[in-house]
């Protein structure tokens, strides 16, 4: 079974920084999106930036210009730099990918989550 570790987050104030890294373990397979999704308590998880297969970026459109999101495809890691963090920023971010697998669709793994608060 495929497992994603997450790394960073924390408590920052309105207009710093910071820097979440995911790393996935062996998939024989490879992967397809690698990315980033973010959840606040009672609302929906919500997509925060991925990469395709094909290295295209996708992003929020909330985080556009302010976060960047960048991946490994030989290591198999994905990193989101959060610069200019805001309040409404604060939420549990989790690192997902969608597994490859033989003869069948991919499959959706997520990370265990790391808080990231913004708070002055």
């Known amino acids: 079974q495929v497992q994603l570790v997450e790394s960073g987050g924390g408590l920052v104030q309105p207009g710093e920084s910071l820097r979440l890294s995911c790393a996935a373990s062996v998939n024989i397979f490879g992967f397809a999106d690698m990315g980033w999704y973010r959840q606040v308590p009672e609302k929906e998880r919500e997509l925060v930036a991925v990469v395709t297969s094909v290295g295209r970026a996708n992003y929020a459109d909330s985080v556009k210009g302010r976060f960047t999101v960048s991946r490994d495809f030989a290591k198999n890691t994905v990193t989101l730099q959060m610069n200019s963090l805001k309040p409404e920023d604060t939420a549990v971010y989790y690192c997902?990918?969608?597994?490859?697998?033989?003869?069948?669709?991919?499959?959706?793994?997520w990370g265990q989550g790391t808080q990231v608060t913004v708070s002055s």
């Open positions: 997902y990918a969608q597994a490859r697998r033989w003869k069948s669709a991919p499959y959706d793994v």
